[in-house]
């Protein structure tokens, strides 16, 4: 670990604190408390933990909201079994987390039924378009992730009336939009358009320490006492006060100083407008073109995902730019390169950034070519797999581990995802298609 920061390479990537110390409280070791008298208990908060929680949920414009020290796989899981029973049936995303997969493994969730959002002209996961839900079953529980990884988000105020016309539940997995209500230059949350439970992970997008995120319920429909017995199963019982003690003095920074929003806005505004010349280069801001298709009803402005038009792949070009020009980024696969901003960035963050787009783009200017053919990264598949089992029955079942030729064919015990971002190409139970990207040299699978 100090052998890489010791190289002092610039993160485009989460945790969203970018180890800026401004948001770390001084003497961060003396946080590291326990459950003595006076620092209340997170599964059953009654003193600090808690009044932290109300003043989360007042901000938020919650009902309730509950510190997750396991990220948003914590409440993910936690609400998918606090939700899901045999009579009511699941509608999943294609492009949900892993921990969706894991939640319907280990809830009461029959069979679910997934819904596969739309593809951009380039390839990339766009949004789930509202009428894909008009036919949902009496009393469905809905999840969709909305921002997207790329920061796609999705029209939640027309799915949540199509949801809640159906007496059902919507789950909105807003891990990557936390920041959202801090700034009206990000889109509107999720908790704001009529989502009943929304989860967000505060460590990728807000200056937060890795784990920290919360889960928010606004909503009649939701059992809380259910939700709770759920999320003290997914915790801890000694969760780190570290974490939490951060979350509090960062939280409470951000509260009453404005201006600290006003100013990563402006940066950031600047910044894209110096990366967007109007031309066509070897490296180009992409997103925006795909609002109001594909989905998209908006995107978040703090994600900056970059096309890579020349036939280098985006692996190759992130490696160049950690090397010569120390800038890490959060993802690179395809044609794309994905570089994640937060409050806690610095102008010397991104003018780094800004320099050496520039200058490595006009270095590859000679190889700048016509990428016609979609050049997405196929993190979802076309068609989904045939589901031989749900992924709670996979458990039922003996497994083996074989080598990646010999998986098509056979039943995945396990989701097959690329990470990042974490989606499944192929879900538990369901029989692994031929053509598959090779993404790992071994599978677990149904013996
Ligand atoms: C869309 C999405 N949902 C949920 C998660 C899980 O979040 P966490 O890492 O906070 O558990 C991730 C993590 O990458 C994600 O990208």
Redesign the pocket.
Known sequence: MQVYLKKGIYPFHMPGHKRNPMFLPQGLANLDLTEIPGMDVLSNPTGIIQDLQEAIADYYGADASFL?V?????G?IASICAVCNKTRKLYAPRNG?I?MYKGMMLSDVSLPTYILPEITADGLVGGIKPDTLDNIDEGAIVLV?SP??EGFVSDIKEIAKIVHKKNGILIV?E??GAHFCFHDAFPVSALELGADIV?Q?F??TLPALG?M?VLHVKSNRVDKTMLKMFLQTMQTTSPSYMLMGQLDYMLKMLWNRPEIFEKYIERLKRLRMALTSGDKTAINLTGTENVGKHGIFDIDIGKLLFRINTNKDAKEIAKILSEQYLIEFEMSIGKYVLAMTSVADTDEGFWRLWGAIGSYSIKLESDLCDLKQETGYHTIPNVIPKMAMTPRQTLNHKTETISWEKAPGRIAAETIAMY???IALVAPGEIIPEGLPEIAQYVQVIK
């Open positions: 997750l396991n990220g948003s796989s914590a993910i987390h921990s992730v997207t990884y997995d891990a990557h989860v992970s460590h990728k784990q995120a990042p971002p974490g």
